[in-house]
């Protein structure tokens, strides 16, 4: 099982997307890990899982304490729940009125579209190739937009 998750694991964080969006987000590598095996861990397991148990899946060799996991994993929803503050903040104030966020949304959608693309891999192999290439494409497009609207300057007409 822990082979399974850490494969999982590593997979997800080293995701171009991924790594784009963590980047520019309130959440540090280590904090998206934890989270990550907090939240999805058990899914993967099939079963309850502990938080010793949960601390070993780090992806560091030596694993951690259930302390360090805890720790961590408060910092990583911390900084959740101020990001979504930020959001309604915003929202409350008009903020998202204004037509400069439109690129962001847009961002959102791509996204949107990119995972239900990404997760409907048709059967027949000439399909898939075309699929696959399509997919990859978008996903090029989808990462060339996220670090452009990462850029500050990207605000700047607020």
Known sequence: MKN????????SLNDPIVKILTKN???TKTQLETLLIDVLAENLAGKTIRYE???KLRLLRAGISRGAFNRTLKQARRNIIES???ILLLGYLGIFEDTSLDPYLEASNKLQAYMSAYREIPNDAKE???????VSMFREELE??????SKPKSLSKL
């Open 25 to 27: 987000s309130h959440l």
């Open 144 to 149: 060339a937009s996220l670090e452009q609207l």
């Open 84 to 86: 979504v503050y930020t």
């Open 4 to 11: 399974n998750v850490q494969k999982w694991l590593t997979h």
């Open 53 to 55: 148990e949960k601390a």
């Open 128 to 134: 898939r190739n075309e699929h696959i290439r399509i």
